[in-house]
């Protein structure tokens, strides 16, 4: 049984063309699937580094000395919808710009997920209501909503991944107050040291500028 019937076929000169048009589609597919590798390399590469940013911003001196006002006026009785204005409004803009990122698909969810998961529905449980009042006292609906999104894309991921969602119940949070509280504290001291500059004294006595006399056994 034949399944390819070459007879007639050029290959080179007149007759050829079917074969070199047939090539030059190879050439440009094989071409263009290599651009759309590079291109989801380059992407995926830049996810990485978004994701990595994100990470070092939350980690931040500023953003934790506005987390640790925020935990402290909760842990002196402060009700969450009249915690400190300043430090709620950059806490929930934060995750407002993460959020409208991921849901633009310039961060995915999945790279999201494992590394910033935690911290994201914590803070929207602590935040949420103050964003709702915000949201009613400005009549703007708007105020948190990728903030809210994202926090409920996470725990749809963590329930189909079958992990526990326990740490962001209140009795959990107001247990671990006094946890997180130290925590901004360590990172706060840890950046404080980092800035801080070593002076040395002068050393005594001060130089002394008389010609000091070569050793013998050193000027051989």
């Not at 935990?71 to 806490?91: M, N, S």
């Not at 360590?186 to 980092?194: F, P, S, T, W, Y």
Request: charged letters at 25%; glycine letters at 8%; proline letters at 5%.
């Amino acid at each position: 049984m034949t399944f390819i019937n070459t007879d007639g076929m050029a290959f080179i000169g007149p007759g050829s063309e079917w074969f070199w048009t047939a090539l030059s589609g190879v050439v440009l597919a094989v071409t263009f699937l290599g651009i759309y590798r590079q291109l989801r390399l380059a992407r995926s590469s830049n996810a990485f580094e978004q994701n990595g940013r994100i990470a070092n911003d939350w980690d931040s001196e500023p953003l934790v000395r506005h987390k640790l006002e925020i935990l402290v006026a909760l842990k002196g009785g402060v009700k969450p919808e009249d915690l400190p204005d300043a430090a709620a409004t950059t806490i929930i803009d934060f995750f407002e710009d993460v959020g409208s990122l991921v849901k633009a698909g310039h961060i995915e969810p999945a790279l999201f997920y494992r590394t910033n998961r935690a911290a994201c529905r914590v803070w929207w449980v602590i935040l949420g209501p103050y964003a709702r009042g915000l949201r009613v006292s400005n009549d703007m609906q708007e105020i948190g909503e990728h903030f809210e999104w994202l926090a409920g894309v996470m725990a749809d991921m963590e329930r189909k991944a079958g992990v526990s969602s326990e740490y962001v119940d209140d009795a959990h949070l107001a247990v671990a107050l006094d946890w997180r509280i130290s925590m901004a504290r360590g990172r706060i001291r840890v950046a404080e040291d980092l800035r801080a500059v070593i002076v040395r004294p002068l050393s005594s006595p001060l130089m002394d500028t008389t010609p000091t006399a070569v050793p013998e056994a050193a000027a051989t």
